[in-house]
């Protein structure tokens, strides 16, 4: 993978940053035909669970999204069990959310899979569930 990672930068003039022990393990899929530089990047991380970003005249590729998002999801899943161990919260009105937080962690690894990157539209479902479960445990403060 980082070899064609800096094949591709050096093809195309345009950097790709990473970190080498991050895409080490991965090997990446020939690919061929006309692309632009970003598809060409996603074709190359798919199926990896990399992550593609792009921002004006830069890419790179990582696991941002999916670690934050992840560890977000865990914390609340966190807060949410110490609540119900506190009684602060019944547990019967918390067990759809804290699955929701785990569907929310499994999804994102998944998508990041599929897509080589999390859609701007993923991560805003995933904050709504965020903020679902910041609103009940801001109740019972």
Known sequence: MAQALTDLSRQTGC????????????RSPA????????????????????????????????????QAISSKAAALQTQVGQAVKAQ????HATTALYAELGAVRTSVVTLAKQQGFVSAAEKASYQRTFAKAEQLLASVK
């Open 31 to 66: 690919i061929a035909g006309r692309l632009t530089t970003a598809d060409a990047l996603l074709q190359l991380v798919k199926g990896t669970g990399l992550e593609v970003h792009t921002t004006n005249d830069k890419l790179s590729v990582s696991q941002a999204d999916q």
């Open 88 to 91: 602060k919260l019944p547990q």
């Open 15 to 26: 950097p790709v940053q990473y970190e080498q022990q991050l895409v080490q393990p991965f």
